[in-house]
């Protein structure tokens, strides 16, 4: 049975978050950092309401042309300051959908994954992207070992079905217009797939 989850930005207020929990969402990514010098307003205050009601937490980062290793130090500096590289906290996120990126995607990815794992000694990783990119643009084979976790993003409202399949595929974003308990307006809802849940796409 698939696990259902959310994943928000400053874009998404939330009321509350036991509503949230309590209409079935058991993980949340959040965005933290873009870039080299960004972070999300909203992540300082919502990582915790969401850990505290039982949601399985994690950060993201949105990444934009630019040195890889200053994008992972500021990302890595937040998940810390967040607590998001403890044990039960989601996996975190490397975001590749800048448009900037799309002719460097594989060796932005590849390098992200490996500065990462340097800098933290954390190896599993999620990569997001769109069917767009996993079709035309992006290779996982080239870079996407047993410890990356691949998070597709195609809005056609069937959860689990996103009609492009890998062996590391483990998440559907299936709309950007859900709606959830708890937070007012549309929000991007996700499911576990491909045998994944999300005992798999936690920190031990």
Known sequence: MADHGIDISHWNAVDDWNAVHGDGIVFCSHKVTEATGHVDSQAAKNIPGARDAGIATGGYH?????????????????????????????????DMEAAELR???????????????KATDVRPILVYSSLDWYQNVLRPDDWADEDVFLWLARFNGDPGN???SHPRLALHQHTDRGSVAGIPGGVDRNVTLGGFGVGDLTLG
Do not use: Y
């Open 62 to 94: 949105f990444a934009r042309p630019g040195e890889v290793a200053g994008q992972v130090a500021h990302f890595v500096h937040h998940l810390q300051e967040n607590g998001l590289l403890e044990s039960g906290s989601l996996l975190p996120m490397l």
């Open 103 to 117: 002719d460097d995607a594989d060796a932005v990815t590849r390098d992200f994954i490996a500065e990462f794992r």
């Open 162 to 164: 996103p009609g492009w």
